[in-house]
Every structure is written in C-alpha cells, then in structure tokens.
C-alpha cells in the first residue's frame, strides 16, 4: 500500500539523540505548515510516522550532541511569528556579504581556501572533504542509511519528499545518482527540497558522484521535482542557486523543474551563540518551507 514520506537528512556536525532530534525537527516542521495551511497542518499531526529522519551523524562523528542548550532556543523559535527588524538588518550586515565575496573567489580557487579568515569555515571544508575522499568507506555507509529505506518506498510506490539540510543535501545527490546510474532503480521522490544546500558551490559540484561522467552518467533521474531554499546571510549556501547549475537535467529530460527561492527568505534561529541563518530548525519553521510541504502534501493527495 502507497504512503506518504518525507524523509530528512540533517546536515553536518554531531546531532542530539535520533528519537530527541525527530521530536525537534518535526515540531518545527507542522509549526512552519501551520504558520501558512493549518488545515494541512493538522492532518500531518495526525500522521507523525510519515516522517523518518536519516541519523548519520553518530556514524560520522561517532558521538551525540546534547539537546539542552538548544531546547531553550527552539522554543523560543516557535513562539515567535517571524523575523524581528534586527535579524533581518544582521542576516543582510555588509560583513556577511564580504564574506560571501572572499568564499566565493576561494570557492573558484581553491588553493585560497587556507588563507580564509574564518576558522569554522576551514574546519568545515575539511570535514567535508573527509566524505568525499570516503576515508574507511564512511561515505558508502552514510549513503546506505538513506538508500536503505528510499529502496523500500520506491518499490512500494510511496509519495516521498525528500528534505536535505546543508550537507545532508549532498548526501542525498549522491545517494540518487547511485541508485539510477549505479543501480539502475527508476524509483522517484515526488520533492526534492534542498535548505541551506552547497550543492551551488565549485568545490563541491566538482566532487559529487558523475561529476566526472559522461553527459548520460552525470545526473540522477529519480527526482520528479527539485526546490531549493537558501535563506539570507546562510554561508553554507554560498551560491545560492543549484537551477543553473543543474540545468543539463532539464535538457535530458531526467527531472520536471529545478527551482530556486532566496527572495525575503530569512531563518531567524538564535541560541546563546547568537543569529545562526543556517540552523535546520529554523528553515523548517520558514513560511517558504512550509508553504513547499503543504503544496507537496495537498498535490500527493
């Protein structure tokens, strides 16, 4: 019997304990549907086992993150209707935006990436390079905790919306291209919606599994449709559009639309660490996010 899924790939860094984080993940997910469709809401509260969450972060790090410094902060996020006049003057701070130029021109030549400023951002580039090298095949079996159960809804001809955070993006790019080129299944998410996603960037297009094969070989086919939502300030998105840079999809025939949407989307998550644009619960509470849940989830009915 078809079902409906929307699965979600957190992005990188250690993650609180899988059954606290899909509690917080799925609180933030119905409060941003409930924020533009309380209807659907309400009928997604009654179907919390829709929602399955891909915890490869314990595998990667090997440790968990407690959930107390941010539980205070998540609360906080719900119970306010949007961004305050200030998180939008601090998202859109002429510093960012020279940030965004420096990783950029670094982006493009990447022998500068070690004369960044930014620490965090080195560390980050270097955490992801250890995926992409598969040091001990840890890419192989992060990926394996997704295809696993993306094998199982195909066959069973669910409706599925896939949801990647940052780096869980990627993961779910090669995780596709795998499960087309590498095993020829002809399964398809319905959604693909991508949140504060790198796949724009040089340095990792260049690394993604295809990137080096040919025309035919290069791209996934199991995506009906692709959205991508990248908020105000969000580093990680550093370009910000993957339509243009995914266009050969289109061309081939292997996907229906490719859509971008960063216009006035701002993620106004702030813990005692300050504005972080790029925080997974703040995207799902976004009304952009929620506004491509409820279209998705009343299209499949």
């Known amino acids: ?3 409906k899924k929307i699965v979600f790939i957190p992005g990188k860094n250690p993650k609180p304990h899988p059954l606290e984080h ?18 659907t809401a309400r009928l997604l509260a009654k179907d919390e086992d829709c929602f399955q969450l891909i915890a490869w972060n314990h595998l990667y790090y090997e440790q968990y993150k407690s959930l107390e410094a941010d539980l205070p902060a998540i609360d906080a996020l719900l119970a306010r209707p949007g961004p305050s ?4 003057e601090e998202a859109s701070h002429w510093h960012l935006k020279t940030a965004r130029l420096l990783y950029t021109i670094a982006d493009h030549f990447p022998f500068l990436i070690n004369l960044l400023p930014d620490p965090s951002v080195k560390a980050s580039i270097k955490e992801t390079d250890r995926y992409f090298h598969n040091k001990d095949e840890i890419a192989d079996r992060v990926r394996e905790l997704l295809k696993q159960p ?4 195909f066959a069973n001809g669910d409706q599925v919306l896939l949801i990647g955070h940052s780096m869980g993006s990627v993961i ?3 995780s596709l291209w795998e499960l087309w080129n590498g095993e020829e299944n002809r399964g398809r998410v319905d959604l693909f919606l991508s949140l504060g996603s ?9 690394r993604l599994l295809g990137a080096g094969a040919d025309e035919a070989h290069r791209y996934t086919g199991n995506i009906h449709r692709w959205l991508n939502i990248s908020s105000v300030g969000d580093l990680t998105a550093l370009d910000r559009g993957v339509a243009d840079d995914f266009n050969g999809m289109l061309k081939a025939g292997l996907t229906q639309s490719i859509h971008d949407e960063f216009e006035d989307v701002y993620n106004y998550f702030r813990n005692q660490d300050g504005l972080n644009v790029h ?3 703040g995207y799902l509470v976004n ?4 506004q491509a849940i409820s279209n998705w989830w009343r299209q499949s009915e």
């Open 287 to 290: 009304p952009h996010v929620g």
């Open 1 to 3: 019997m078809e079902m």
């Open 198 to 206: 790198p796949l724009g960037m040089e340095f990792v297009r260049h």
């Open 172 to 174: 779910a790019w090669d």
């Open 22 to 39: 899909q509690r917080q993940l799925w609180r933030c997910l119905l409060e941003g549907v409930r924020r533009v469709d309380k209807s």
């Open 279 to 281: 925080r997974s619960y």
């Open 85 to 88: 006049q200030e998180d939008r």
């Open 150 to 153: 993306l094998r199982k809804m």
